[in-house]
C-alpha cells in the first residue's frame, strides 16, 4: 500500500477533531506512524507565584490530556500501524506548523471547524494557517 510514513493528526479534545483519524488511517502506509497532538494553553508559569509548585500543577494540567489521548489511540483500528501520543503548548498552528517541519513528519491529517466568517476573519483558523504555511500536505477533512 502506498502512502505516507509518518502522520501528524492534531486534536483539540472535540469529536469534530476526530474525524481525522480514519483518513489518516487510510494515508498511512503499511507499518506507518501516526503522531496525536494536543497543543494546549497550560497555565504559562509566567503567571504563577514564585513559590509556587510549577512542575506538581504543571503535571495536574496535562494529566486529562493525556488520557484524552490515550483513549483517541484506542480508536486506531489499524494494528500494523506505530501510533505515539504528544502534548504540546503555545499556538497550535505554529506548533503544528513546527512538528511538521520536523524530519520524519511527511504529511498531516486535520479536521476544519464549521467558523462564523466574521470570527475566521478576525482570528484565523488553526487550519487555514497549516494549509497555507506548511512544508509537507495536509489532508484536510471537513465536517
Same mark, same amino acid.
Given at each position: 500500500m502506498a502512502g505516507f510514513q509518518h502522520i501528524l493528526v492534531p486534536l483539540d479534545g472535540s469529536d469534530v477533531s476526530e474525524l481525522a483519524l480514519a483518513p489518516a488511517q487510510r494515508a498511512a502506509q503499511?507499518?506507518?506512524q501516526l503522531t496525536l497532538?494536543?497543543?494546549?494553553?497550560?497555565?504559562?508559569?509566567? !503567571? #504563577?507565584?514564585?513559590?509556587?509548585d +510549577?512542575?506538581?500543577?504543571?503535571?495536574?494540567?496535562?494529566a486529562p490530556v493525556r488520557? !484524552? #489521548?490515550?483513549?483517541?489511540?484506542? +480508536?486506531i483500528v489499524r494494528s500494523d500501524l506505530i501510533v505515539s501520543t504528544e502534548v504540546a503548548s503555545g499556538f497550535p498552528a505554529d506548533v503544528?506548523?513546527?512538528?511538521?517541519?520536523?524530519?520524519?513528519i511527511d504529511a498531516v491529517a486535520m479536521c476544519t471547524h464549521t467558523e462564523s466568517k466574521i470570527r475566521k476573519f478576525l482570528l484565523g483558523s488553526v487550519a487555514h494557517k497549516v494549509i497555507d504555511s506548511c512544508s509537507v500536505p495536509v489532508i484536510v477533512v471537513h465536517p
Open positions: 503499511q507499518d506507518g497532538v494536543q497543543v494546549t494553553d497550560i497555565l504559562s508559569e509566567h !503567571y #504563577l507565584p514564585d513559590d509556587a +510549577k512542575e506538581a500543577i504543571w503535571e495536574e494540567q496535562l488520557e !484524552y #489521548l490515550d483513549s483517541v489511540k484506542q +480508536k503544528i506548523l513546527e512538528m511538521a517541519s520536523q524530519d520524519g
